[in-house]
C-alpha cells in the first residue's frame, strides 16, 4: 500500500492531534510516495535510455509554487504556442520554422527547455530535475548553448550567413519591428520570411546542420545548453530529490 493511501481518509478532525512538523512529515512522505509511483509508472522509456539518469539528469530553472505537492514536485505540460521572454519574436518565429522544415518536433513554440547544466539552470529560477513522461520529442544544438545571449551568432551563422561584414547586421529590434509588427500575434510566417528575405529551402539546410533530434541521451551527453523537450514532464526540487527520490529509484 503506498503512503497515499494510508492518508486517504484523513479528516480535519485528525489534522488538530498533530503538530505542525507532524504535518510537514505527513505531506513530505505522501509527496514522496506520488512521486515514485509516476516516475516508475510514466517514466520508464526516459529511465531506460538513460541509465545514468539518478546522476546526469535533465535540470530545468523554475520557481515550484504551486500544485498538490507545493515545493516539492508538479507536472508540466508542453506548451502549445510559446512565446519568447526575451528573444525577439520574428528570430524566434524563424527559428521554428526553420527548425521544423528542417524535420524537428520538438521546436521552440511547443516545448519545454531543459539543460544538462545545473548552473544554467540555476540562472532561470529554482532548480529542478526533469522526469520526461513517455517517448518525448528531443531538439538539441551541440553549437547554441543560449539562443537569446548567441542571438548575434544565430544571425550570422542561420537567418543572415549571406552578410559577410557583421557590421551590415541590422539591429535585432529593427528585424523585429520589420518583419512581425504584430508582436507574434496573427502574424503568419511566410510574411515574415518574405520580409526577411529568408529562403525557406536554405533556411531548413542551416538548421539541419546546427540542430539535432538524435534522442534525448545524445541530447543530455553532447549539449552544453539548451534541450528542447516537446512532450510532458514531472519537475522535481532539486533538493528534495536528492535528500528523498534518487536513491528510492
Not at 531506460?48 to 539518469?53: D, I, T
Request: glycine share 6%; with cysteine; net charge negative.
Amino acid at each position: 500500500m503506498r503512503i497515499v493511501d494510508i492518508f486517504e481518509d484523513f479528516d480535519d478532525e485528525d489534522e488538530d492531534d498533530y503538530g505542525e512538523e507532524d504535518m510537514e512529515e505527513i505531506e513530505r512522505d505522501e509527496a514522496i510516495s506520488e512521486l515514485l509511483y509516476r516516475i516508475r509508472n510514466e517514466c520508464q522509456y526516459y529511465m531506460e535510455a538513460n541509465p545514468s539518469h539518478k546522476d546526469n539528469p535533465l535540470f530545468r530553472g523554475k520557481d515550484i509554487e504551486y500544485g498538490e505537492y507545493g515545493d516539492y514536485w508538479m507536472e508540466e505540460e508542453s506548451p502549445y504556442d510559446r512565446k519568447p521572454a526575451m528573444m525577439p519574436a520574428s528570430m524566434n518565429a524563424i527559428l521554428d520554422e526553420g527548425m521544423r522544415l528542417a524535420g524537428m518536433d520538438a521546436i521552440r513554440s511547443n516545448s519545454i527547455f531543459c539543460t544538462n547544466s545545473e548552473k544554467q539552470a540555476h540562472n532561470y529560477g529554482e532548480i529542478c530535475v526533469v522526469y520526461p513522461i513517455g517517448n518525448v520529442h528531443v531538439s538539441y544544438s551541440e553549437d547554441i548553448v543560449d539562443a537569446y545571449t548567441q542571438r548575434r551568432k544565430i544571425l550570422t551563422n542561420i537567418i543572415y550567413p549571406s552578410i559577410s561584414n557583421k557590421e551590415e547586421l541590422p539591429d535585432f529590434e529593427e528585424i523585429n519591428d520589420a518583419t512581425y509588427s504584430h508582436h507574434g500575434d496573427g502574424a503568419e510566417i511566410d510574411a515574415i520570411l518574405k520580409k526577411a528575405k529568408i529562403d525557406k529551402r536554405e533556411l531548413a539546410q542551416r538548421c539541419k546542420a546546427v540542430f539535432r533530434n538524435d534522442g534525448i541521451v545524445n541530447a543530455i551527453d553532447k549539449s552544453d545548453g539548451e534541450i528542447l523537450i516537446n512532450g510532458d514532464v514531472i519537475l522535481i526540487n532539486a533538493h528534495f530529490f536528492r535528500d528523498y527520490i534518487r536513491d528510492q529509484l
